[in-house]
């Protein structure tokens, strides 16, 4: 029997909340509705007491959760969106992500963004955050990819004493299944080669690691072997692994679905080139959305966002060079 993206983040918070009495969640609609995706389907029943719904005010719910950590307790926060987040965006970044330095305390919370877009969902429920949490200091953020990463990542992320941005897609959460949840997995904070190859790098993560590898399959017919390395996690982001593929390959591109500016596929660039520019063949490539707010009409949404189809175009362009 197979288990789905979701399922695999029901699942973890369902054996956390089992696990450990501090653990709880608080959220809009996830205790008898289930959460707007039902990621919490079941839980409140399963959990009575501890699973809770929150009132509309993202600002009070991540409040609450940092208070509640300082006391001991390992909240999640559940966000219905990854845009609305930015409404709590002054407790993440300068209360729970700066807790620790200022006062030795830890803070201990997760926040699951369900991040990314989907077809009809337009600006305001599409958005890629993971960037904009990852410029501070003091927060962790993840990017899983895959089932088994969605399932151990955040339960890695919930025993973690660090706030934690759990940046988990929204157009994996059916789409993507595995055979069965992982035993084990590789820790936070190292990326894992997805497919090896020898012309070109891919760095990439979320779901633009699937539309990486259909890309690098379709490069594959053409003669070329293409690497694609998923981060995995995007703070802390692992360099090595990324500079040794491109040492493999000489050549690089980072795909990313977030807008373009300031964003992970820049860091990635950057790094590389400070710190493995002899490594290069040629001048490194990034591929994200267009730098425009998310259009809802599903063709222009496709468009908008890195594809196989326009990873295999910016490929052919960067083998050629």
């Known amino acids: 029997m197979s288990i789905t993206y979701l399922a695999a983040i029901r699942e973890a918070q369902a054996k956390a909340l089992a696990d450990d009495p501090r653990v709880f969640i608080y959220g809009q609609d996830v205790a008898t509705f289930g959460g707007a995706f039902k990621a919490t389907k079941g839980l409140s029943e399963a ?3 501890r699973v809770m719904d929150a009132p509309i005010s993202e600002d009070a719910m991540v409040g609450m959760a940092i208070g509640a950590a300082i006391e001991g307790m390992r909240p999640i ?16 970044v300068n209360q729970a992500a700066t807790l620790y330095w200022r006062t030795g305390t830890p803070c201990p919370i997760t926040v699951r963004l369900p991040s990314g877009g989907t077809a009809g969902s337009g600006p305001f429920h599409s958005q890629s955050m993971e960037a904009l949490y990852a410029h501070y200091p003091g927060l962790v953020v993840l990017t899983p990819a895959t089932v088994e ?4 990542m955040l339960l890695e992320a919930i025993a ?3 706030p934690v941005i759990f940046c988990e897609h929204k157009l994996l959460y059916y789409h993507l299944k595995a055979e069965s949840l992982p035993v084990e997995n590789l820790p936070i904070g190292e990326a894992r080669v997805v497919r090896s190859g020898q012309h070109a790098t891919i760095v990439t993560y979320s779901a633009m690691v699937h539309e990486s590898l259909k890309a690098a399959g379709m490069m594959a017919e053409d003669g070329y ?3 694609v390395v998923d981060l995995r996690s995007v703070k802390p982001i692992d360099t090595d692994t990324v500079l040794a593929s491109v040492a493999r390959t000489g050549r ?3 795909v990313g679905e977030a807008f373009p500016w300031g964003g992970v596929t ?6 590389v080139a400070a ?3 002899d490594l290069l063949d040629c001048p490194p490539r990034r591929l994200n959305a267009r730098d425009t707010p998310i259009p809802y009409h599903p063709n222009l949404w496709k468009a908008h966002r890195p594809t196989a189809d326009t990873i295999y175009s910016a490929l052919t362009n960067l083998v050629r060079l």
């Open 77 to 92: 926060v559940e966000m219905q969106f990854a845009d609305f987040s930015s409404i709590a965006f002054n407790q993440i």
């Open 149 to 152: 990463d969605a399932y151990s």
């Open 225 to 227: 072997h293409i690497e």
């Open 275 to 277: 710190e493995g520019f």
């Open 47 to 49: 959990f009575p007491g």
């Open 252 to 254: 690089l591109l980072a």
């Open 266 to 271: 820049s860091e990635v660039i950057a790094r």
């Open 160 to 162: 973690l004493p660090d």
